[in-house]
């Protein structure tokens, strides 16, 4: 992004100011030496001295000041003259808004374990999405196209030799304003150049055209439709490290049109209790949802079930405040990788020719035992009624437990359902042995599912996956993911192919010249195939002599321990946390 225009600023907190300014003249004066046209400037903003160093297409573009303490470094002067600004109290300060108050409050500063926090206000977002930052940022894509074929027209001749000038009005390109030849780069004097555009908050924009102002409304109303009276404020406290990268973002308050207003409406204002949804170290995956019986749609839905089951007034009335679904870890997992990995299209037959082994469970927290039995007593009279002696009700024990067997009548159909009722929960599953693994725990105490528990972040949705699952996902979706990434791979061969002809290095050529480096998705390199005489990927090879030896390392998910996420609804916002552990 730093390539398409944007002001960055660092500030440094300096234990001696004058030190750290002499280190920053010294890495300006290495800039002036090993760069022909870079120069020195200096001046004032705001009243303030800044000194720094700038070449004509801003490759080179620092420029220094000093606030009290605090040096600053920063490629925009108009950015840099808006923070001293804001220094010296001559213009807001982002810490005087609600948001930051708020914000901080949450993520305080020396947060255990925190590594950055991050802040995008309410007015930075009017900011962005103002007419005059949407105008501007349109014209600059289209300033970079422009630039870009002006640029394809300096490969074939010398600066010298042509009028970059006449070349603009004769290609309709006028408007990009008067235009000269840095190097082998095109700068436009109201634009910039393709190493590096001019930043909006540089930009002299007081007029739109008929066609601008008709586009910005268009945005603006679309936009509008989705607010109440509020953009959504965002913060967001991170920390990164080699094992593990975690996440605390909090949204508030929602756009009115959000996708999470649906599911927001079910869970309404309930929370999750610890130790909610049977939680144990082997599930794999496990998904954990608050439930608010009293919501519209979960009172829409009672009065369909209570139609459905003969005229019954709630026939949800036993349900308490969660849902919960898990897998458990087992060895048919292994067994459909292995098949996965022969034929993928054979992974969903060889998983539905085994639905009696999938170790999974659909959980439910029961407040009404009297008005469950009163449920499964209508349920049982209705497949009864339906389907007279195609199935049958089996009461089974284990360790002095009962549990339900559903089962067929002439017990030829391996396929079967099974629920049990264990301390104010009711689980479903169709392996048995998952039911009787629900009861041995249920016996156990709860000092390992409440360690379990504080593994799963949200107060309204937990998701919880582990390696288990994470590695079948991995063996199901190669084959798409290499498809995908060869598809992106060979998107890169015609330009590279174009620059082999002109007997350079086409990955070097390119990247000097439109200041991309193109990569192959896969991690391989790109090469010539003299046989061929094509360019084509290490990995991926090339549309003719396609390849797909992917290495394992390239997958997204590849060394991914664990992944833990959780939604929390509050006051009309949004609070996500996350957590990925790698090996």
Request: aromatic share 8%; proline share 4%; net charge positive.
């Amino acid at each position: 992004y730093l390539l398409t225009g944007s002001d960055l600023a660092v500030l440094f907190e300096a234990k001696d100011v004058d030190v750290l300014a002499q280190a920053f003249r010294l890495l300006r004066a290495k800039a002036r030496f090993t760069g022909k046209a870079v120069r020195s400037v200096k001046g004032k903003v705001a009243g303030v001295a800044y000194e720094g160093v700038v070449s004509p297409d801003r490759t080179v573009s620092a420029y220094q000041a000093v606030a009290g303490k605090v040096v600053v470094v920063s490629n925009s002067l108009v950015q840099l003259e808006k923070i001293v600004r804001t220094s010296k109290g001559n213009a807001p300060s982002i810490a005087g808004l609600d948001e930051y108050t708020f914000f901080r409050n949450r993520y305080p500063l020396g947060a255990k374990g925190a590594m950055g926090f991050l802040v995008i206000t309410d007015a930075a977002i009017r900011h962005w999405c103002g007419a005059r930052w949407r105008i501007a940022a349109s014209r600059r894509t289209r300033a970079a196209a422009a630039l870009s074929e002006l640029k394809a027209v300096l490969l074939d001749h010398s600066a010298a030799a042509v009028d970059i000038n006449k070349i603009a009005v004769d290609r309709g390109f006028d408007w990009l304003g008067r235009l000269e030849v840095h190097g082998n780069q095109v700068v436009s004097a109201d634009y910039g150049s393709l190493r590096f555009l001019k930043p909006i908050s540089e930009m002299n924009l007081y007029h739109a055209s008929a066609a601008e102002a008709r586009g910005y409304a268009q945005f603006r109303d679309n936009y509008q439709r989705q607010w109440r009276q509020f953009f959504d404020p965002i913060a967001v406290q991170f920390a990164m490290g080699p094992k593990r990268m975690t996440a605390d973002v909090t949204v508030m308050p929602l756009i009115f049109e959000s996708e999470y207003n649906e599911m927001s409406s079910v869970i309404g204002e309930k929370l999750l209790p610890t130790g909610a949804g049977d939680p144990h170290q082997e599930a794999v995956l496990q998904y954990l949802m608050a439930l608010d019986m009293k919501s519209r749609p979960m009172r829409e839905l009672a009065g369909m079930g209570g139609e459905f089951l003969g005229g019954i007034v709630n026939p949800f009335g036993w349900i308490g405040g969660w849902i919960s679904i898990y897998v458990d870890d087992s060895p048919l997992w292994e067994n459909i990788a292995k098949v996965a990995q022969k034929d993928p299209d054979k992974a969903g037959e060889f998983l539905e020719d085994n639905l009696n082994l999938i170790p999974a469970a659909f959980n439910v927290e029961v407040k009404s035992p009297l008005r469950l039995a009163a449920f499964l007593t209508s349920i049982k009279a209705m497949v009864m009624s339906a389907a007279p002696g195609s199935v049958k009700w089996e009461t089974r024990e284990h360790n002095k437990k009962f549990y339900v067997a559903i089962i067929s009548e002439d017990g030829r159909e391996k396929l079967a359902a099974y629920y049990a009722i264990t301390r104010g929960m009711l689980t479903v599953s169709l392996n048995e042995k998952l039911i009787q693994r629900v009861i041995d725990r249920s016996l156990d105490d709860k000092a390992a599912q409440t360690k379990a528990a504080s593994l799963m972040p949200g107060r309204s949705i937990g998701v919880r996956v582990q390696r288990e699952a994470l590695a079948l996902l991995e063996t199901i979706s190669r084959e798409q993911l290499v498809s995908e990434m060869q598809r992106k791979s060979w998107d890169n061969l015609p330009i590279l192919n174009e620059w082999k002809k002109r007997g350079v290095s086409p990955v070097e050529f390119h990247a000097r010249h439109w200041h991309t480096r193109l990569i192959c998705p896969g991690g391989g390199t790109y090469r010539w195939n003299e046989k061929d005489q094509t360019m084509e990927s290490s990995v991926f090879g090339h549309p003719d002599r396609p390849r797909k030896n992917l290495p394992p390392s390239a997958h997204p998910m590849h060394g991914i321990r664990e992944v833990r996420f959780g939604l929390t609804f509050e006051h009309d916002g949004l609070r996500a946390q996350g957590e990925v552990l790698r090996d």
